[in-house]
C-alpha cells in the first residue's frame, strides 16, 4: 500500500474498502448491540479499534486499516453539540448558519480517544498492513457546521459562501487548523497515511471549488507532509468529476480518490501520469454480486492497469452488502497478475 502511495505500481494491486469497518460485519453489528449508540462507539478507543480490525480479521486479502470514527470528531472537537438520531443522521447544535463561531467553547481533548484508537490498532495491527487516518475536508465538514446536519445540495453552506465570504472563510480556517493538528495527532499515535474525505465537493461551481475545496486542502496537505514527510495523503473529492485534474494538480497529494461516477478509463487519460488513484468500483455493483460485479472489477483493474493503482469503492460500502460479494471481489483482485 504505502509503496503504490510512493508512486510504484504493484500487481496485484493494494486493496481497502471505504467505510470497510462497520455495519454490513455481523461483528460490527453484534458489538453496536452491547455498546450503544455510535458516538459511544466512537468514543471507547477499545472498541472503536476492535472496530477497525474486524474487517482485516475476516478478510486477510485487505492491504490497510483505516481508522474507525467519523468526520464531524472535528466540529465536536471546535465546540458544537453532536449527536446522531436514529434513521436521521448526524445533528449539529448550534447551527453556524443562526449563531456565530466565537460563541463556541472548543473542547480539544476531544480528540484525545480518538489518538488512543490509532495507538492500539497500531499496536495490534499486522506490520505488513497500513494504517490509514481520516478526516473530513474543511468545505464538507462545513456543510455541517453551517446547517446543524446533513443536507442533499449544502444549499445554506452556498448560500453562506457567496454572501458573507469573509465570514466563511473564518469557519473554514478554523476547521483547516483544527484538521491539521487532528491528522498530524493521528500520524504521531501511528497512521502511516491519512485520507481527507471531501463528500460534498461535487456541489460547488468551479470559482468556489478552487477557493473551497483545492485551496484548503492544498494547505492542509502542505503542512501535514512538512510535519510529516514520511507519510503518504489522500485527497477523496467525491463528485468533483471534470474538476479532479485541477484538485490533483494543484493541492500536492500524493494519490487522488475517484468516486463511481467517474469513467476510470477518462480518469486515467486526464490525471496527471505516475499519479496513484485509488477507486471506484461502484458500491451498488458489489451489492449486486455475480457477473455484473466481475465485469465492474475487471473495468476498473483494466483501466488503472498503466498507473499506480489502490483497488476500492467509488464510496462507502453498503450496509445490504452480502460478505460473499466482498469475497469475491477480493479473490478478483488479488488474482490479478
Do not use: C
Not at 478507543?45 to 472496530?51: G, H, K, L, M, N
Not at 464531524?72 to 458544537?80: H, K, N, R, S
Request: glycine share 8%.
Amino acid at each position: 500500500m504505502l509503496a503504490v502511495l510512493s508512486g510504484e505500481r504493484r500487481d496485484p494491486p493494494p486493496v481497502w474498502m471505504m467505510r470497510q469497518a462497520g455495519r454490513y460485519l455481523p461483528e460490527y453489528r453484534e458489538l453496536r448491540a452491547d455498546r450503544g449508540s455510535f458516538l459511544n462507539l466512537v468514543y471507547d478507543s477499545e472498541a472503536a479499534a476492535e472496530i477497525t480490525l474486524q474487517p482485516l480479521r475476516r478478510f486477510p486479502e485487505l492491504d490497510a486499516a483505516i481508522l474507525f470514527s467519523d468526520i464531524l470528531i472535528v466540529p465536536f472537537a471546535l465546540g458544537q453539540n453532536l449527536t446522531f438520531v436514529t434513521g436521521e443522521g448526524p445533528r449539529l447544535t448550534p447551527p453556524l448558519a443562526n449563531a456565530s463561531l466565537e460563541d463556541l467553547q472548543p473542547a480539544l481533548q476531544r480528540l484525545d480517544p480518538i489518538y488512543e484508537t490509532v495507538r492500539r490498532v497500531k499496536a495490534a495491527l499486522d506490520p505488513s498492513k497500513t494504517l490509514i487516518g481520516f478526516a473530513g475536508a474543511p468545505w464538507t465538514v462545513a456543510t455541517y457546521m453551517v446547517a446543524g446536519q446533513g443536507s442533499r445540495d449544502q444549499s445554506e453552506t452556498r448560500r453562506l459562501a457567496y454572501a458573507d465570504p469573509a465570514r466563511f472563510a473564518a469557519i473554514i480556517e478554523s476547521i483547516e487548523m483544527t484538521t491539521l493538528d487532528y491528522l498530524s495527532g493521528q500520524i504521531e499515535a501511528g497512521a502511516e497515511a491519512v485520507q481527507l474525505f471531501d463528500s460534498w465537493a461535487g456541489s460547488l461551481a468551479p470559482a468556489e471549488f478552487e477557493r473551497w475545496v483545492i485551496a484548503p486542502t492544498a494547505r492542509i496537505a502542505t503542512a501535514v507532509k512538512q510535519r510529516h514527510p514520511h507519510v503518504r495523503f489522500i485527497g477523496f473529492p467525491k463528485g468533483a468529476g471534470g474538476k479532479l485534474g485541477a484538485y490533483a494538480r494543484e493541492t500536492g497529494i500524493d494519490a487522488i480518490g475517484v468516486d463511481e461516477t467517474v469513467d476510470p478509463v477518462w480518469a486515467d487519460r486526464e490525471l496527471p501520469s505516475g499519479l496513484p488513484v485509488q477507486g471506484n468500483l461502484d458500491p451498488l455493483a458489489l451489492l449486486s454480486g455475480g457477473e455484473s460485479l466481475a465485469d465492474s472489477v475487471e473495468r476498473v483493474l483494466d483501466a488503472f492497469a498503466g498507473r499506480p493503482h489502490i483497488f476500492n469503492l467509488g464510496h462507502g460500502i453498503l450496509q445490504e452488502t452480502p460478505i460473499a460479494h466482498v469475497e469475491q471481489m477480493l479473490a478478483q483482485v488479488k488474482q490479478r497478475a
